[in-house]
């Protein structure tokens, strides 16, 4: 049997996309699971909320800081989509720039390079050219629902030691 010719290092497979898939593909099932699990929370705590009980302030700010949680995540996983892709980095950026992916008289494509945390997937081209992948909305609407989130946690955290000290005033006054 004769040997196999050695492939050269420039000849790339295009499914050879340089990403971690197991990564990639973990974080959106998990982030799934979690997303799924908060909203069979949320929804009958938003939805029968007055009929059972008197809702509180801090059960409501609570809620809504998990909610805004919620959302960023939904986000976020939609963000992490953004940055799959299924072929290597010339047959993806290519298109996005020329409308094909041919490479003849074009600039050289520099790198790509992907992040989960802000979420980016970024084509750099040789003349200073860059497009991301990821829409621009989504680490602003990340940072600003996490934001959020954290603010509704002061704000029950300060309703409960507000509740608990005027329950220890009328203690106070019983006596």
Not at 31 to 45: D, I, M, Q, S
Not at 72 to 101: D, H, K, M
Not at 104 to 128: H, I, K, Q, T, Y
Request: charged residues 15%; hydrophobic residues 50%; proline residues 6%.
């Amino acid at each position: 049997m004769p040997p196999t010719p050695a492939i050269p290092e420039t000849v790339r497979l295009a499914t050879d996309t340089g990403q971690n898939s197991l990564v990639l593909f973990g974080i959106v099932i998990l982030g799934l699971l979690v997303l799924n699990t908060l909203c069979v929370y949320l929804f009958p705590a938003f939805a029968a909320r007055r009929r059972f009980r008197a809702p509180t302030l801090a059960g409501t700010l609570r809620d809504v800081a998990l909610m805004c949680v919620t959302v960023a995540l939904a986000v976020y996983l939609f963000g992490v989509v953004c940055t799959i892709r299924l072929e290597n980095e010339w047959y993806t950026c290519g298109p996005q720039r020329y409308g094909y992916s041919s490479s003849v008289d074009r600039p050289d494509l520099a790198n790509m390079e992907d992040s989960l945390f802000p979420v980016s997937s970024v084509c750099r081209w040789s003349d200073g050219y860059t497009h991301d992948f990821v829409p621009a909305f989504v680490n602003p609407a990340i940072f600003t629902l996490l934001s959020l989130a954290a603010i509704a946690i002061v704000a029950a955290t300060a309703a409960v030691a507000h509740a608990g000290a005027r329950r220890d005033l009328a203690r106070i006054g019983e006596r």
